[in-house]
């Protein structure tokens, strides 16, 4: 008789202990990106944040939404992006400062992937680039689990403009969920140089 493999569900416990995972990796990665100008952690941005926010899988030949933030919160909802800023007349637009109102009401997760936030015309043809467009090119193409080696038009303007992008998105998310990134950012920098001048020198 052979034996099948055993299966094991993760618990709600579980599920909130990797999505506190994630939520710290974003911390210290985009600490590392803004403050020390390490743009590499940049690849590690996209993969967490395709994690908590917009994973997805595949049963059943249905697309079944996997995102840990619906695991801990069924219908979370975040803060909406600041309008556009344009161009110029027909080149297309661009969110310029801050990416993110706080003033206005927050929206739904799904309604809040969609946003624009970035747009260009290319040759004739306009390119709307969604929040979700940031993360899944990044993550999926362009470094943050896999690299392609030929990108189509979407995926190369986001691999061109990820840089200032992603952390913004991280910003947003954390504001929107109730994190301190500055609180945190002290933190966790004051936990590094302790460790450092309690290992260094050993």
Same mark, same amino acid.
């Given at each position: 008789?052979?034996r099948? #493999?055993?299966i094991?569900?993760r618990s709600n416990l579980g599920i909130?202990?990797?999505y506190?995972?994630a939520?710290?990796?974003?911390?210290?990665?985009v600490m590392?990106?803004n403050?020390f100008?390490?743009?590499?952690?940049n690849?590690v &941005?996209a993969g967490?944040?395709r994690?908590?926010l917009?994973?997805?899988?595949?049963?059943?030949n249905?697309?079944?939404?996997n995102?840990l933030?619906?695991?801990?919160?069924?219908n979370?909802?975040?803060?909406q992006?600041?309008?556009l800023?344009?161009?110029s007349?027909?080149?297309?637009?661009f969110? $310029?400062g801050?990416?993110f109102n706080?003033?206005k009401p927050?929206?739904?997760?799904?309604?809040?992937?969609n946003?624009v936030?970035l747009?260009i015309?290319?040759?004739?043809?306009?390119? #709307?680039i969604?929040?979700?467009d940031?993360?899944?090119?990044?993550?999926?193409?362009?470094?943050?689990?896999?690299? #392609?080696?030929i990108l189509?038009?979407?995926a190369? &303007?986001?691999?061109?403009?990820?840089?200032r992008?992603l952390?913004n998105?991280?910003?947003?998310?954390f504001?929107s969920?109730?994190?301190d990134?500055?609180?945190?950012?002290? $933190?966790?920098?004051a936990y590094l140089?302790?460790?450092?001048?309690?290992?260094?020198?050993?």
């Amino acid at each position: 008789m052979t034996r099948r #493999d055993l299966i094991f569900e993760r618990s709600n416990l579980g599920i909130l202990k990797k999505y506190n995972e994630a939520m710290k990796i974003l911390e210290y990665s985009v600490m590392l990106v803004n403050l020390f100008e390490i743009k590499e952690f940049n690849n590690v &941005i996209a993969g967490q944040l395709r994690l908590i926010l917009c994973d997805t899988t595949k049963k059943d030949n249905k697309v079944i939404d996997n995102s840990l933030i619906r695991k801990i919160q069924p219908n979370p909802k975040l803060f909406q992006v600041n309008e556009l800023t344009n161009f110029s007349d027909g080149i297309g637009g661009f969110i $310029a400062g801050e990416m993110f109102n706080y003033d206005k009401p927050t929206i739904p997760l799904k309604t809040w992937l969609n946003q624009v936030i970035l747009s260009i015309n290319l040759q004739g043809k306009k390119q #709307d680039i969604s929040i979700k467009d940031f993360i899944k090119f990044s993550a999926n193409k362009s470094g943050g689990a896999h690299v #392609d080696p030929i990108l189509k038009e979407k995926a190369f &303007i986001v691999d061109n403009h990820s840089d200032r992008v992603l952390s913004n998105i991280t910003i947003g998310l954390f504001r929107s969920v109730g994190k301190d990134l500055k609180k945190d950012s002290g $933190a966790n920098l004051a936990y590094l140089i302790d460790k450092y001048k309690e290992k260094a020198f050993e």
